[in-house]
Each structure stands twice: as structure tokens, then as C-alpha cells.
């Protein structure tokens, strides 16, 4: 009695010549594991679309949730990077000299730039700061930092709100134009998102880049034509 309790069950076996490839996929079975491919991993994505949203919201919510002011630093953060730039490029280096409406395009390089430098540093611990996402659900690891770039992409839209606000004190005409933006911030939200995607991979295997990243992104901001 004893022995037949502990005997292992039985299981079914292939008949021998059985095409195991052809039973798997009868039977809807698939590698663990296994790489998706390109069009199976971008519908994935899309499948993913409302946790990328949410996820990117409730951290532009959160950013600030610790702070008195709040979301009003949505806007004062920039503003006041915009501020310090503005001091010492346009009146201690004086690079201001000879660029028409030089306080409107600083403003606009530094909300730009910022809104790109940011996604990629977040991009860049996007896997390996969120291990505990990682392991604990399945989803295309894609998701982070494009979710990442997002939550950037809200937090430029409250810096596009107040550059209107600085365009109209500066007496900058509204003009045609200014609908151009549109197309040049998904274009802009595109690149960002891209640049993450590469070096959300290279942080995940490699946490120094995290610690390099920033000393790289401010030679590029200062080489750019944001400050000259």
C-alpha cells in the first residue's frame, strides 16, 4: 500500500516518428522564453498601451507629491534652469550679444534640451531601478522607458504653457508658425524615445553608464547650440 502511494504518475508519451514541433503548435504551445519577433513584441506594446500611460502618470504625479508647492514645480523647475543659464551665458559670457530675442530662444533650447536629457537618464535606469517591476510582472521591458519618455513629455507640456507666457512678455508675435511645434515634438518625443531604448539596454547590463551618463549630457548641451 505504502509503495503504490509514493509511485510517481505515469506520463503520456510521444509514439516514436511523432513530428514534436507540429504536436506543440496544434496544441497552442510555444517556448519558454523564446524571442518574439519585431511584430509580435510591437503588438505586445500596443496590447500594453494603457499600463505605459498610467505608469508614466502616476510618476509625473508623484515627482513632486513630497513638496509643498506640488505640481507648481512642473513649471518653477524649468523656469528657473531657463534663469541660471540666462545669467550666466546672456550676462556674465555675454552670448547674448547679437542673437535677437536671446532670453525666448534660450528658453526654448533649455526646455527642450531638458525634456531630452531627462528621458534619457531616466532611460538609462529604466531596468535596473524598477527590478522589482521586473520580476514581479511579465511585459515587454520596452514599456519602461518609453513610459519613462512620457512622463518627460507631460512634464514639457507644462514647460510649453509657460514659454508661451515668456514669448507674449517678450513681444514675440503669434504667428502660423508656432503650430510647427506639434510635428517637432514628436519628432523630438521619437528620438528621445529611441536614444532610452538603447541605453535602458546598456544600463541594464552595465549600472556604471548611469554614473557617465550625466558628465555626457552636459558636454552635449554645452557643445549644442542651446548656449551659443
Known amino acids: 500500500m505504502t509503495q503504490a502511494l509514493h509511485t510517481p504518475p505515469r506520463t ?48 509625473l504625479t508623484a ?34 550679444r547679437g542673437v535677437p530675442d536671446f532670453v525666448p530662444f534660450l528658453v526654448t533650447g533649455v526646455f527642450v534640451w531638458t525634456f531630452t536629457q531627462s528621458s534619457i537618464m531616466a532611460g538609462t535606469r529604466a531596468i535596473s531601478g524598477n527590478l ?44 502660423a508658425s508656432w503650430l510647427l511645434a506639434l510635428p517637432a515634438l514628436v519628432l523630438q518625443f521619437t528620438f528621445n524615445a529611441g536614444v532610452s531604448l538603447v541605453v535602458a539596454r546598456m544600463g541594464a547590463r552595465t549600472p556604471d553608464i548611469a554614473q557617465l551618463m550625466p558628465f555626457l549630457l552636459r558636454t552635449w548641451m554645452y557643445a549644442s547650440g542651446v548656449m551659443f
Open 63 to 96: 515627482q513632486y507629491s513630497q513638496a509643498k508647492l506640488g505640481q507648481v514645480w512642473q513649471v518653477l523647475t524649468p523656469l528657473l534652469n531657463a534663469a541660471v543659464y540666462y545669467l550666466i551665458f546672456g550676462k556674465l559670457m555675454g552670448t547674448s
Open 132 to 175: 522589482g517591476l521586473v520580476r514581479a510582472l511579465h511585459f515587454p521591458r520596452a514599456a519602461l522607458p518609453i513610459s519613462f519618455c512620457l512622463q518627460q513629455l507631460q512634464q514639457l507640456l507644462f514647460s510649453m504653457a509657460a514659454l508661451v507666457v515668456i514669448l507674449l512678455c517678450f513681444g514675440v508675435p503669434v504667428a
Open 12 to 59: 503520456a508519451e510521444a509514439p516514436p516518428g511523432t513530428d514534436l514541433a507540429a504536436l506543440a503548435a496544434r496544441h497552442g504551445l510555444s517556448v519558454s522564453g523564446a524571442r518574439p519577433t519585431l511584430p509580435q513584441y510591437v503588438r505586445q506594446l500596443w496590447a500594453r498601451r494603457h499600463f505605459i500611460t498610467a505608469f508614466s502618470t502616476a510618476k
